[in-house]
T-cell receptor
């Protein structure tokens, strides 16, 4: 299994500022994913963060707005840059762990961001 | 059409009732997950299924790969079961697609 510590759990930020969300995993994982859940919407993939390479962004998400770091196999950050009220969402990190014949997904607790 | 469809969107039940939430998907998957999201936004993984049926306490999850359909059942529901239940499919490349969620309210 994998335990994910995601910080902060919530924040209220001024528009125009940036917030960095951290995701720490208690074991080494190859693939980490960042998701966004806008109010009333389902979770949507922002990007896949693989260690040692640039993150792969989904359509509609760009690196300048959501820069991602993945310095090692246990840690990643997502920054929400130049925030506007439309960025108010829950942001979630997830990892996929393969062991033996089984592959499982684990989730952080989420970061509830409010931009005012 | 969304890749993952859940029904119902909202569900209100009396304590003790048997509850079923349905999920249909239209893409190829490696596994299907049922997740529980609490009001604060935190997500807990309840089940991961690639075939058949799993049971954990009062929760039962089934999947029919041929029909691309899964169900989550809650027996003897309790107010503490009130949450949003999300069906998510993990694609072969390991990223996930999520349903819109079912908001369950169990009244005492």
């Amino acid at each position: 299994s994998a335990v994910i510590s995601q910080k902060p759990s919530r924040d209220i930020c001024q528009r125009g500022t940036s917030l960095t969300i951290q995701c720490q995993v208690d074991s080494q994982v190859t693939m980490m994913f960042w998701y966004r859940q806008q109010p009333g919407q389902s979770l949507t993939l922002i990007a896949t963060a693989n260690q040692g390479s640039e993150a792969t962004y989904e359509s509609g998400f760009v690196i300048d707005k959501f820069p991602i770091s993945r310095p090692n196999l246990t840690f990643s950050t997502l920054t929400v840059s130049n925030m506007s009220p439309e960025d108010s969402s829950i942001y979630l990190c997830s990892v996929v762990v393969s062991h033996a014949a089984n592959t499982e997904a684990f989730f952080g607790q989420g970061t509830r961001l409010t931009v005012v | 059409k969304n890749e993952v469809e859940q029904s119902p969107q909202n569900l209100t039940a009396q304590e003790g009732e048997f509850i079923t939430i349905n999920c249909s998907y239209s893409v190829g998957i490696s596994a299907l997950h049922w997740l529980q999201q609490h009001p604060g936004g935190g997500i807990v993984s309840l089940f991961m299924l690639s075939s058949g049926k799993k049971k954990h306490g009062r929760l039962i999850a089934t999947i029919n790969i041929q029909e691309k359909h899964s169900s989550l059942h809650i027996t003897a529901s309790h107010p503490r079961d009130s949450a949003v239940y999300i069906c998510a499919v993990r694609r072969p490349n390991n990223d996930m697609r999520f349903g819109a969620g079912t908001r369950l309210t169990v009244k005492p």
